[in-house]
């Protein structure tokens, strides 16, 4: 089996497997939103919302690791937050 043949069935089951996540995520974003009173448009885009930041993140991890840079870390905000375990 040549390397090409190996990568683009690969690169076909990823997309097969991807399209059934991005749907049945959809479907239940979609279902948990209108459960909670919210329809229309609002019902319909908020399911891109939660999918779209998943997307984006997954990018900024595979863009670092192609320019072999590390993974960025969470915002320097974050030294600032208060761990209530750790207070007296």
Do not use: K
Request: glycine content about 4%.
């Amino acid at each position: 089996m040549s390397n090409q043949l190996i990568r683009i069935t690969t690169a076909l089951a990823v997309v097969a497997v991807a399209v059934v996540a991005a749907i049945i995520s959809y479907q239940h974003a979609y279902e948990l939103v209108r459960s909670h009173g919210e329809s229309g448009v609002t019902a319909r885009l908020l399911p891109f919302t939660v999918d779209g930041l998943i997307w984006v993140a997954s990018m900024v991890v595979l863009d670092a690791s192609c320019r072999n840079q590390p993974v960025p870390g969470r915002p320097a905000c974050r030294s600032a937050s208060v761990n209530p375990a750790t207070e007296s």
